[in-house]
């Protein structure tokens, strides 16, 4: 069961892929994490306990890398929810990549086996094969895609020249991204994951600091590879195992489905296992077992909202 038919009582609710949000007033709002799983810009299915861990994830990644960037975070008064600044997104999000992967006309090793050489404003080697680790973790801009279409893909040149940002913010923006994603990986190879790529996005607090928002290194915002496979897979010329996302749009993948029309059915045991992988994901990278608050979500989260003095 998800939150989305659960009326708390505050007014201005908007809604994403998978979160709720709400205006609190003072500059805050509440950010509430649904079990809704999207894939193919499309909501396929409640997975229990994702938001949980989508949320309970994100807060404790916000905590460890506090020391690079600040980020919107006020309290977290519930498993599902954040109290969050108000501030403004930058128009421009960014994606890290530290392997050569993708299938997708826009992904880099697809433009890459066509003889592409210079990609998002960078250089690449002769001889790179798919899915093995690049030089160095290359930062690709992207804008963001509005109701009608993808994001553009921009070099780091053209958000200057373009005018999305200014030298000084992107100079900050590109900086922390790169921070980010080394401490990502750290984490990711102490759990036994390799942390393929990932998406950051930032916004502007009222004070004019840039801040990180959204979500960092989860399932939902990041690829990550299992360690223990990785070569020995790739050798044999099979895709890495995936420990993310990806694991149900693969499922969906081997049933012929891509996006396009109806959502085919799938085993119901997918989603059970979706939740599982979820799960342990949180505990591999936090170290910590996984406490699920009480289930379902919205009789749970109106009385702990009522509790932090949020509802009245």
């Not at 020391?67 to 919107?72: Q, S, V």
């Not at 690709?140 to 780091?156: F, I, N, Q």
């Not at 922390?176 to 996005?201: H, I, N, S, W």
């Not at 085919?264 to 599982?276: G, Q």
Request: charged share 25%; hydrophobic share 40%.
């Amino acid at each position: 069961m998800t939150f989305d038919s659960c009326d708390i009582g505050l007014a201005g609710k908007r809604s994403g892929k998978v979160r709720d949000w709400y205006p609190l007033g003072d500059g805050k709002r509440l950010i509430v994490t649904t079990d809704r799983l999207s894939a193919f810009d499309r909501a396929l299915a409640a997975v229990a306990y994702k938001g949980q861990v989508l949320n309970q994830l994100a807060a404790w990644w916000f905590d460890a890398t506090a020391d690079i960037i600040g980020n919107h975070v006020v309290s977290m008064p519930d498993p599902n929810a954040i109290v969050a600044l108000d501030v403004e997104p930058l128009p421009i999000e960014v994606i890290v990549r530290g392997y050569i992967t993708g299938v997708t006309s826009t992904a880099l090793w697809y433009r890459y086996s066509l003889g592409e050489r210079s990609i998002y404003g960078y250089d690449f080697p002769e001889g790179l094969r798919k899915n093995q680790p690049l030089p160095f973790p290359i930062v690709t801009p992207t804008t963001k895609g509005g109701p009608t279409g993808h994001d553009e893909r921009l070099s780091c040149a053209e958000v200057v020249g373009q005018g999305h940002l200014d030298e000084a913010t992107w100079t900050i923006v590109h900086s922390a991204a790169l921070a980010l994603f080394a401490r990502g990986q750290e984490r990711a190879k102490a759990a036994g994951l390799a942390l393929v790529d990932t998406k950051y996005e930032f916004g502007r607090a009222p004070d004019g600091s840039i801040l990180l928002i959204d979500e960092v290194h989860t399932p939902d915002s990041s690829r990550y590879w299992k360690a223990d496979s990785y070569r020995s897979r790739v050798e044999a010329g099979l895709e890495p195992e995936c420990f993310d996302k990806e694991f149900v749009r693969l499922a969906f993948a081997e049933l012929g489905y891509r996006g396009d029309g109806p959502v085919p059915p799938v085993r119901e045991s997918l989603w059970d296992e979706t939740s599982a992988l979820y799960r342990s994901a949180y505990e591999r990278l936090t170290g910590k077992a996984f406490e699920p608050g009480e289930y379902p979500v919205g009789p749970r989260l109106e009385r702990n909202l009522r509790a932090a003095g949020i509802l009245r």
